[in-house]
């Protein structure tokens, strides 16, 4: 039987979600400033932040 992962704390997860968001508003910045409308850039920022953090969590 594998033992089951800790659980990661919340500091930590806000932690995650933040540093992937930066990574994700770099890109973003770049799409906007070649004319990207904002709010799908957004969308995908977010999209892009938390399907990392799931990964993070997971792996």
């Known amino acids: 039987m ?3 992962p800790t659980p ?3 500091s930590e997860l806000f932690t ?3 540093v992937a968001s ?3 508003g ?3 910045s770049v799409a906007v400033a070649q004319g990207q409308n904002p709010l799908t ?3 995908i ?3 892009s ?7 993070g969590q997971l792996l």
């Not at 932040?49 to 990964?55: E, G, I, L, Q, R």
């Open 26 to 28: 770099v890109v973003t």
């Open 2 to 4: 594998t033992p089951s």
């Open 22 to 24: 930066l990574g994700a």
């Open 16 to 18: 995650q979600l933040a």
């Open 41 to 43: 850039a957004l969308g």
């Open 8 to 10: 990661r704390d919340r």
């Open 49 to 55: 932040a938390v399907a990392a953090v799931m990964a």
């Open 45 to 47: 920022t977010l999209f």
